[in-house]
């Protein structure tokens, strides 16, 4: 997770060089991190954002830009050989559209933004009660979006590789699908689980999640 500072920072720096903010929202968009987008948990405002994923909930592929007044503006004043004209073949299919309408309508109806928020908290306080085993060195989060970070030595945050698919096996065979981020060409990266289960996931199967990475580490990992 950034610092607090982080994201006003940098866009006073591209203000400063009259440099577009472009925000990559394409996983962090409607919801997932318990904000509309993510850049609103610190009062940023880019110039560009780009989106896909969420805007359907992935039940038909949709992707998106959207401009702020200025580029915007800037595009539509443009003469005709240097407008951008630019579209795949099936921009604005009026199937994809349509989904993507009435999703939104089901996350606005349902509040599941701020489902996210309060039960994202939930799921990140209770993942925090693994870091007493041993090869946990951090949990992070924001919103429905959660990180487990596992480590050789917690002193100095030695990575612990190769664990990653006895891991997944240990954990699908308690019912849970996690996704590794696995650093094969950086070890600094090291192996990270990621958490991002769906905006509406009942309480109870929530609490589940921690109580079956805390057997499925001790399994895979000791």
């Known amino acids: 997770m950034p610092p607090a500072t982080y994201f006003p920072r940098l866009r006073e720096i591209c203000d400063r060089h009259d440099v577009l903010l472009i925000a990559d929202e394409v996983i962090t ?5 318990g904000r509309w987008f993510a850049l609103r948990h610190w009062g940023v405002e880019p ?21 702020s007044r200025r580029v915007h503006e800037a595009v539509q004043a443009a003469p005709a050989d240097q407008k951008f004209m630019h579209a795949p073949t099936y921009s604005g299919h009026p199937v994809c559209c349509a989904v993507a309408l009435r999703n939104l309508d089901i996350i ?15 799921l990140l306080e209770r993942l925090g ?6 090869v946990v060195g951090d949990v992070r989060g924001l919103g429905m979006m959660c990180g487990i970070e596992l480590v050789r030595d917690k002193a100095n945050k030695a990575p612990l590789l190769g664990v990653a ?10 019912g849970l699908l996690i ?8 070890p600094a990266i090291g192996d990270t689980i990621t958490l991002a289960p769906p905006l509406m ?3 109870d199967v929530l609490d589940r999640i921690p109580e079956i990475l805390r057997q499925a580490i001790k399994a895979a990992a000791g």
């Open 108 to 122: 606005e109806d349902e509040d599941l933004v701020e489902r996210a928020a309060t039960m994202g908290a939930r």
């Open 129 to 134: 009660a693994l870091r007493d085993l041993p």
């Open 47 to 67: 110039d560009l954002v780009s989106f896909a994923k969420g805007v359907t909930s992935a039940y038909l592929p949709l992707g998106g830009l959207i401009l």
């Open 29 to 33: 968009g409607f919801g997932r991190s």
């Open 165 to 174: 698919a006895r891991l997944t096996e240990e954990a699908l065979a308690r």
């Open 179 to 186: 996704r590794m981020r696995v650093g094969a060409g950086d």
């Open 201 to 203: 996931t009942p309480t």
